[in-house]
């Protein structure tokens, strides 16, 4: 997988000027996407899963024009928000099978295959008779990453993941992050927490009003600072 960014621009309609001539290469592997609040970083999520235009430029996801062949793309897409909520009322299993159904796995057993395995994975097969809504804030967490991946996406894109998360679940839940980009994915992990970045990502970006301030590995930017 490669996405390749060119000349983006974001300009909203109040006239903040949110991404400016960004140039940028997100090779195989877990991406980190840094910057302070108000550096792009959700702009720049929002365009890549397709929810937004940008004013001028382009991405390519595999050399296709994400402009020209959003249904493509949106297919290889997972997203886990930063304000992820769930479904009331619903059994964790339930709320992963549901996901599963949304996601076209019409076959029950296979689904139930599927999700059990997700479960495992993720670490919350014991947890799976809890109702969702009452799970910890990081389990939470590792369930919004199994719907994410429960339809194999080639994209997955995280929003500032370990936000509120105690210490032992935010290492958790970056290890369970690192062992799924040993698969031909990308993950773009964006926060303003470079601890987040530095044990886990072996490439990354920073971001400053808008612009481009360094890519390169986290080790590069430690060095440089
Ligand atoms: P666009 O220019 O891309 O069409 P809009 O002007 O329609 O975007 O704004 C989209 C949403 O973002 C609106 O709900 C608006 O309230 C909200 N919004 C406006 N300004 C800001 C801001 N500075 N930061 C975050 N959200 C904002
Ligand atoms: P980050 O995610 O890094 O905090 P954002 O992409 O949310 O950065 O914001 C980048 C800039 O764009 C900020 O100046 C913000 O106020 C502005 N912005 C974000 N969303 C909107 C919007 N919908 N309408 C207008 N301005 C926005």
């Known amino acids: ?33 840094l910057g302070p609040n108000g550096a792009g970083k959700s702009t720049l999520m929002r365009i890549l899963v397709t929810l937004m235009k940008p004013s ?48 076209g796995m019409k076959n029950g057993a296979s689904r139930k295959t599927a999700v059990d395995q997700m479960l495992e994975e993720v670490g919350l097969f014991e947890a799976r008779d809890r109702n969702a809504n009452k799970l910890s804030g990081g389990m939470k967490r590792r369930l919004g990453i199994a719907q994410a991946l429960i339809n194999n996406p080639k994209i997955i894109i995280v929003d500032e993941p370990t936000t509120g998360l105690d210490p032992e679940e935010r290492i958790r839940f970056r290890n369970l992050l690192s062992n799924i980009s040993t698969r031909d994915v990308i993950i773009i992990l964006s926060t ?21 301030a360094f890519t390169g590995s986290p080790e590069q930017l430690i060095k440089e600072a």
């Open 1 to 33: 997988m490669q996405i390749k960014i060119e000349n983006l621009n974001k300009v909203y309609r109040n006239g903040n000027y949110a991404i400016k001539n960004l140039n940028l290469e997100i090779p195989n592997g877990m991406f980190g996407l």
């Open 56 to 103: 001028g430029g382009k991405v390519l996801v595999n050399d296709l024009d994400l402009a020209k062949n959003r249904r493509e793309i949106r297919a290889m897409l997972g997203y886990l928000p930063q304000d992820f909520s769930f479904f009331s009322k619903l059994k964790t299993y339930e709320f992963l099978d549901y996901t599963a159904r949304l996601a």
């Open 192 to 212: 303003h927490i470079v601890g987040d970045i530095s044990s886990t990502c072996n490439n990354m970006a920073l971001l400053n009003k808008g612009e481009l």
